[in-house]
């Protein structure tokens, strides 16, 4: 679970906040939308999640712990739980895409014969297999979004970060993508946090989400209520 209480963040030489006291919960094994327009503090609040920014005041709690506290080894620890995936991809273009996948499994010092087995497995369940030692100029949008996944959860994170994922994508290619998150959040049963500027996505498949506009929140809970407030 993530907590958010009181969350204000102001970037030096800016006079509105980015972020402005915001409180939200994201409960474990769900999907959260967090909805608003460009400049709305979307990726600020992200960025404060795995501790790229730190909020100007207020606290987060991932799991009960207050991530403010976390020293050095445990927030390493931290970051491997939390997998990201980014709007333009993100991908190495000097590695074939089994070499992009391994990324995170070498950092964590896993055995070469766990990783060779392990991005098997990551191939498969993003639906790359025939495209392991392809390179990542060789393949589509989507596929290219599908190695960014494999790679975001290769170190098996409790939480998939996603930053605009679907915002460089075609609309069809967007529904695949939103569907093969939302097969992956129930076979997984992890957590997936997703912002976005576009609507349709939080509908087809969050289960709840938060509305910003100008770094505040002006909504938050299940789609219902975000539908109302949009
Ligand atoms: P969104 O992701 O919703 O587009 P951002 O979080 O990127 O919103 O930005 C929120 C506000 O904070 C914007 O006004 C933006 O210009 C400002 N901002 C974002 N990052 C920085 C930064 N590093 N320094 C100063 N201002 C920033
Ligand atoms: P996006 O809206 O796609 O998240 P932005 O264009 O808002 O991207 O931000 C791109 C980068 O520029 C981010 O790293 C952000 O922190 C930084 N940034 C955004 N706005 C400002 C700003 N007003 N001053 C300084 N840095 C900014």
Redesign the pocket.
């Known amino acids: 679970m993530i907590k958010l209480e009181n969350i204000s963040k102001y970037?030096?030489?800016?006079a509105?906040p980015?972020l402005s006291d915001v409180s939200l919960t994201i409960e474990a094994g769900t999907i959260f939308g967090i909805l608003?327009?460009?400049?709305?503090?979307?990726?600020?609040?992200l960025r404060c999640l795995n501790r790229l920014e730190r909020p100007s005041s207020g606290r987060i709690e991932i799991d009960g712990r207050d991530i403010a506290t976390l020293n050095t080894a445990q927030l390493r620890q931290q970051r491997q739980q939390m997998g990201m995936i980014f709007q333009h991809f993100n991908l190495l273009h000097s590695r074939t895409v089994r070499n992009n996948i391994d990324v995170p499994l070498e950092i964590a010092g896993v055995p070469p014969k766990v990783r060779a087995q392990r991005i098997e497995e990551l191939l498969a369940l993003v639906g790359l297999e025939p495209f392991g030692d392809s390179w990542p100029s060789q393949l589509s949008g989507g596929q290219k979004q599908r190695v960014g996944i494999a790679r975001a959860l290769a170190a098996e994170p409790r939480y998939l970060l996603c930053d605009e994922a679907t915002s460089a994508l075609d609309p069809e290619t967007t529904r695949s993508i939103l569907d093969l998150l939302a097969n992956i959040q129930r076979q997984l049963n992890i957590t997936i946090v997703l912002?976005t500027h576009e609507m349709s996505v939080v509908k087809r498949i969050c289960h709840g989400a938060a509305l910003?506009e100008h770094?505040q929140l002006i909504e938050s809970g299940t789609l219902a209520q975000i539908m109302a407030r949009q």
Do not use: C, D, N, W
């Not at 460009?38 to 609040?45: I, M, P, R």
């Open positions: 970037y030096a030489g800016t509105a980015a608003g327009r460009s400049g709305a503090g979307k990726s600020t609040l912002i910003l770094g």
